[in-house]
């Protein structure tokens, strides 16, 4: 599993978006170090400090680091000379808190260090897409056919709120779980497709209660993958009662 450094000038912020992260995450989140603030409560970043996370964290698979502002990226950079891991070490540009979220769930999830740092690079999608009648830039809808896959079922969204951040994560790490690649579509407009596999794509369809939806996968686990999602989405995601 691939390590995540998050590199903050304040320890709270750092500290809030790891525990948001965490909470979506499951039972097998992926190792997570801050290095957050310059010391004595001084707001700021130090590059030993980040340096010291990284060599804490690194694993084979790869560490994935997060910075919040302009100066956290130097320190990141700077750490890069001190660190003395041999694994490869990525400087993310994704945005702090929806990065950081996309990081920590995929890779729970059992994803590798060159699928999380898309998936957290793309984090800004699926607001975009939500805002997208609001007078923000609308992301395009994924175009695969939803019934493209070897095997597929069907579900009805029950809980209240819907396909929301929590169920989402529910669904990635489910899927890590199984050989699939699944995709998760409104049945009723399966121009509405996003991969099992992205919390954000799948919150950026923003499906409410009682949209019906289409699991198709393909991949060695196929079935077992597909009706995994199909019972998980009729019990409410764990929402109801």
């Known amino acids: 599993m691939i390590g995540i450094v998050v590199v903050s000038h304040s320890p709270a912020l750092a500290e809030a978006a790891v525990a948001l992260a965490l ?3 499951g039972a097998s989140p992926p190792p997570v170090v801050v290095a957050a603030g310059a010391g004595d409560g001084v707001i700021g970043t130090d590059a030993a400090r980040v340096a010291a996370a990284i060599d804490e964290i690194a694993t084979e698979e790869g560490v994935l680091v997060f910075m919040d502002l302009g100066s956290a990226v130097l320190s990141a950079e700077m750490a890069l000379e001190f660190a003395e891991t041999p694994h490869e070490v990525r400087l993310s540009a994704a945005p702090f808190v929806e990065g950081i979220v996309a990081a920590v ?55 209240d709120v819907g396909l929301h951040a ?63 999602l199909r019972a998980l989405t009729a019990e409410g995601y764990g929402e109801l009662g």
Not at 177 to 201: C, G, I, K, Q
Request: without cysteine; aromatic residues 2%; charged residues 25%.
């Open 23 to 25: 909470q979506m995450a």
């Open 105 to 159: 769930v995929l890779a729970g999830a059992g994803a590798g260090l060159d699928e999380v740092d898309r998936e957290a690079s793309g984090a800004m999608a699926a607001k975009a897409a939500q805002l997208g009648d609001a007078g923000g830039t609308p992301v395009p809808i994924d175009e695969r056919r939803a019934d493209a896959g070897a095997a597929v079922a069907e579900a009805v969204i029950v809980n």
């Open 166 to 228: 929590r169920p989402a994560s529910l669904i990635v790490a489910r899927m890590g779980d199984f050989d699939a690649e699944v995709t998760v579509s409104d049945a009723d407009d399966p121009r509405r497709t996003a991969s099992a596999r992205s919390m954000l794509a799948l919150m950026g369809l923003a499906l409410a209660k009682g949209t019906r939806l289409r699991f198709s996968a393909s991949g060695a686990d196929a079935a077992a993958a597909v009706e995994a």
